[in-house]
């Protein structure tokens, strides 16, 4: 199956003289059967950016998010907005996990964060969006997957300490960000793998992606690895355990951060790319 990539929203802008970078995440996905918006970036940069590549946000099938935060879902209400008059009028499906809406903090600066979707539920309805909130794996198309939460099986891979959530206790405590799901398609020349940000832990992810499809060629592995803010402990052994899939190329971005990037580039050799706004992937 032809696949096609573009990323739209990422940190890093080299040489697209008139895209926009953000902190944040966005994937133009194009398969036989139609055309996919995983994730929104924050906001400033969507609708900038989808026009400068050429692409039509009014065309798409449905919309995909990786999880609830910001970075990832702050341009869902412009692209609600932009897509209004194409072959989903009536209604935009919107494929995500039932913790959407639910609100965290980042506790990285002094002041408290709220990282959660910042416009409402009932706002972005009236908008278009239809949400199809659900928990587990699914088929959105034929061949093409979202994992829905993923298991968590791994001993090091704890993630980011500093983002946080309401307990059940009522404080603020590490939010496991269970939300956190992966696109994957199948190609037919392998698994096409677009990460979000990877709160569940990349190895965890590729895991439990090989357990649902029973394959285990990865053509391609891109995306946030979120091996940026994380202890070295979990860096290098996640680094170490990424060696032992059959990966054709990966390619890092966003929450991945320069300083593990520029190490896993070293790692990957020639199987190493960036994501950066702009960069297309086909397989
Ligand atoms: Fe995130
Ligand atoms: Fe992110």
Redesign the pocket.
Known sequence: MGVKTTVLCENAVYGNIGAIGEHGWSVWLETPRGEYLFDTGQGKGLLNNAAFFGKDLAAVNGVLLS?H?S??TGGLLDAMKAMRGGPSEGGVPVHAHPDLFKDSFSTKSEKLRH?GVPHTRSLLEVEGADFRLETGWREIEEGVYMTGEVPRRTSYEIGDQE?KHYGEAGGLVVDP?RD?QTVVIDTGEGLFVVL??S?AGVVNILTYITEKTGKSRFHTVMG?T?LGPVEEDQIARSIAALHEFDIGRIGVSH?TGQRTAARMAGEFGDRFFFCSVGTVVEA
């Open positions: 999880h935060h970075d990832h990282i983002l960000i956190d979000g940000c709160h946030g979120h929450c």
